[in-house]
């Protein structure tokens, strides 16, 4: 009868594993075999072109490929600015939140979590236009206070889209710290006001410590999405084409390679290169931000 449960319990997962299997498995798989090839056209070019066995060469290429390497770093550098500030934000909202009442916490929580509702594309074609000079609000409001500032300059074109990422991502972050706040004992609230800490004193020694988890996936999240980043600068590239080419992300470079160059196969390596690069840096993410804990 056991088995017979276990059996009928692991059917209600045949779903998601047939999910897995085909959405991700064999894509993957997929991209390896396609990176182990390359196309190579007959006679000077006017022929057909025939798939020969490359075996590493296009990993080769990838790893030397400065462009593609520089967009990595570009991106890595935005995030190490850009995931810190958003996580700060997002711990403070929900600390905020945890600290009033549920009725009017969950307005809030609410009215935070709208711009998360919105898709992506739809929020940096809003952002676009408040950045614009022509139609955006917030040139004319800077020539009030004496500044002339212009959102879509080399200088300004990463703190623009930091921006907007923030906008979009902190009330997602936001509600996950919450949630594990929700699940601290609030005996030990009690007990610490009784010995007469602070609420700031609460919030540093006994909110934050037991959110640090939260604070974890969020990051981890955070570094998988910075790392795909593509939507934004390819709108951004459409308004700014002289601050932001073709190569500014990772992403926005496999998508060149695959549609516009027509070379399949080294935008499947760049695809596992940067698959691989995901991995490493969510486990040295986790590896240094998380601990044991008894």
Known sequence: MIRSLRWKGAA???????????????????????????????????????DRFAGLDNYQQGLTDS??????????LFACVQIPVMLLFSLVLALLLDAVSSKAAGRFRILLLVPYMIPGVVAAIVWLNVYSPDVGPLTPLGEVFG????????????????????????GYN???????????????????????????????SIKI??????????????????????????????????????SFTPIMIIYNQAFNAGNYHYAATLSVLLALILGVASFLFYRLTSRETD
Do not use: C, K
């Not at 037991?210 to 590239?237: C, D, K, Y």
């Open 12 to 50: 209600f997962t045949v779903p998601f594993q047939l999910g897995f299997v085909f959405l991700y498995l064999l894509p993957i798989g997929y991209a390896v075999y396609q990176s182990l090839f390359r196309s190579r056209s007959s006679g000077l070019g006017l022929g057909g072109s025939t």
């Open 67 to 76: 462009a593609f390497m520089g967009s990595v770093l570009r991106v890595v």
């Open 174 to 204: 936001m509600v996950i710290i919450y949630s594990a706040l929700q699940g601290v004992p609030r005996e030990l609230f009690e007990a610490a006001r009784l010995d007469g800490a602070s609420e700031r004193r609460i919030a540093l």
């Open 209 to 246: 410590p037991f959110v640090r988890g939260a604070l974890v996936l969020t990051g981890m999240l955070s570094i998988i999405q910075m790392l795909q980043l593509f939507n934004e600068p390819a709108l951004f590239r459409n308004v700014t084409p002289q601050t932001i080419d073709d």
């Open 147 to 170: 500044f002339s500032w212009n959102f879509f300059a080399p200088s300004m074109v990463w703190p623009s889209i930091g921006n907007l990422l923030t906008w979009h991502g902190i």
